[in-house]
């Protein structure tokens, strides 16, 4: 009699590349998603900028990517992945469930957004449907994204904003931006007048709380 292998996955397993910072949270993903008889991790990175190169090394069927990366973020890595490996599906899984960030994942090419708090059934289910060619997003995170409305900032507002985050003057942001310091000023006024925010500083907290940046 034949001695059946002990790994008896089907011959066409569903490739996964597994995108997570936090090096047991990535860890516990992997194994329970090995445990699947029809998935198999072929790669797992803790950077943004690590993404693109991984999926056209390993060639995944689905990229499960977590949002806030070092690096280039879950969303902007899934841009970059519709561009350059337009084979994977991605799936962004994330502690965070603002409205903001799901309209920016669809923007960006995703299939499927989902929260860290659900079964890992869930997580399995969502991979097949995606890969199946369903976009797949969480039920309650739907209806409040609905419900909010796109975000008011225009890109530049943004990219203001993300450059004064970490309190850069008006001048480190003109420079870095090659804007006039006038022309900073007038989008940070902008800014914090559609957030509703005394100051910048007000201004970039709420943006990252509704997931516009």
């Known amino acids: 009699m034949t001695e059946m292998p002990r790994d008896h996955r089907p011959a066409k397993s569903i490739r996964v590349l597994l995108a997570e910072d936090q090096q047991m949270m990535r860890g516990a993903l992997a194994l329970l998603l090995g445990m699947e008889d029809d998935m198999e991790v072929v790669a797992q990175v803790p950077t943004g900028d690590a993404i693109v190169g991984a999926a056209l090394t390993h060639c995944p069927d689905v ?66 449907r995606v890969l199946a060619g369903e976009t797949v997003v969480d039920p309650a995170l739907a209806a409040a994204a609905l419900s909010a409305g796109p975000s008011p900032l225009t890109a530049r507002e943004c990219d203001v904003l993300k450059a004064s985050a970490d309190g850069a003057t008006v001048a480190d942001i003109a420079a870095a931006l090659h804007l006039s310091e006038s022309t900073v000023r007038n989008y940070l006024s902008s800014a914090i007048g559609k957030t509703s925010t005394r100051n910048r500083a007000e201004a970039v907290r709420e943006a990252r709380h509704q997931g516009w940046l």
Request: with cysteine.
């Open 63 to 128: 990229a499960l990517l977590d949002i806030e990366l070092p690096g280039l973020s879950g969303l902007d890595a899934a841009a970059r992945l519709r561009e350059e490996a337009p084979g994977c599906r991605v799936l962004i899984l994330t502690t965070f469930g603002r409205p903001g960030y799901l309209r920016r994942a669809m923007e960006a090419g995703a299939a499927g957004f989902l929260v860290k708090d659900g079964p890992v059934e869930e997580l399995a289910a969502a991979i097949r």
